[in-house]
């Protein structure tokens, strides 16, 4: 079995969990490839210290992992995952997030359950999850055109206000008058969306939701669509510039441009251990059934 890891940083305190990693791998019999600038991360740091450095393949590009690793073990929080997108595109390898950063919805495995974590891929007793992604149809970026949580569109100016008309399937939504907008997957239900009053949504739903930022018309509220639904947002504001987001990829762009989004075509494939499912996450993470009088 071979192994990729990725991440971003490596902070003092993420390093012992690291190196427990690579030697619950090594111990495993597993073949580990690093995400370059994550490994000369971890090179520095132990080099500095006079420790030895886990032998470890490299890679940068994501032709390199293609067909060439079992699964891509993602080390951070959410934000590290939402990273591993561009380098697994549609290549069917999934993914496993451990979490040392903070919240970690998607990143689901703790610095504590690493041991287990492994004797699970090993073994191969784990659930597969398909979550949905959001796609640009219509070339408005060419940098990067998939999001796992949300599609956003901001001012850009803190006081300037949009007007985004949205259109489904070509009839006419609602012209959203405020500090944006959001197109959130199930995945990005608890995300961003959630902190603007949107729902909850179960990862499985074949569904979308079209989410405004603080919107100048109460009435206003959060609306599920079929995910099969082609979304087409037309910006509109005095001030011209405004924030395009997929997920924490941005751009400032200008008003005028129409923006069509759709499902993409293909999944992100996120490993699930036996013993945690969705609900056991949104209790344990939003404290559900907690009584914090006692």
Not at 108 to 114: G, P, Q
Not at 179 to 197: E, H, R
Not at 256 to 270: H, P, R, T, W, Y
């Amino acid at each position: 079995m071979k192994i990729g890891i990725f991440g971003k940083a490596l902070s003092e305190e993420m390093l012992p969990h690291l190196l427990f990693l690579h030697r619950e791998l090594r111990a495993a019999g597993v073949s580990i490839t690093t995400y370059k600038p994550f490994y000369e991360l971890l090179y520095e740091q132990l080099y500095n210290r006079g420790t030895i450095v886990p032998d470890s393949e490299t890679f940068s590009k994501p032709g390199e992992i293609r067909g060439k690793i079992d699964y891509l073990l993602s080390i951070g929080g959410d934000g590290t995952l939402l990273d591993t997108i561009g380098l697994v595109s549609d290549s069917d390898i999934p993914i496993l997030g451990i979490n040392l950063g903070r919240l970690g919805f998607l990143s689901a495995v703790s610095k504590d359950e690493i041991h287990e974590a492994v004797a699970c891929l090993k073994t191969k007793n784990f659930l597969i999850e398909n979550h949905s992604l959001l796609s640009v149809c219509n070339g408005l970026t060419d940098i990067y055109k998939y999001a796992l949580n949300e599609l956003s569109i901001q001012k850009d100016h803190p006081t300037s206000l949009l007007t985004i008309n949205v259109y489904v399937n070509g009839d006419f939504l609602n012209s959203y008058y405020g500090d944006g907008i959001l197109v959130a997957t199930p995945t990005g239900s608890t995300a961003y969306s959630l902190s603007c009053g949107g729902p909850i949504i179960s990862p499985d739903a074949n569904a979308f939701v079209i989410t405004p930022i603080a919107t100048h018309n109460l009435t206003v509220r959060p609306i599920i669509i079929p995910d099969s639904s082609r979304i087409t947002l037309k910006v509109e504001g005095r001030d011209n510039r405004y924030i395009f987001g997929l997920d924490s990829h941005i751009i400032h762009s200008h008003s005028g441009n129409e923006i069509q989004v759709c499902k993409a075509d293909f999944s992100l494939k996120l490993v699930r251990m036996p013993h945690k499912d969705f609900f056991t996450t949104l209790r344990e993470k939003l404290h559900w059934g907690i009584d914090k009088r006692n």
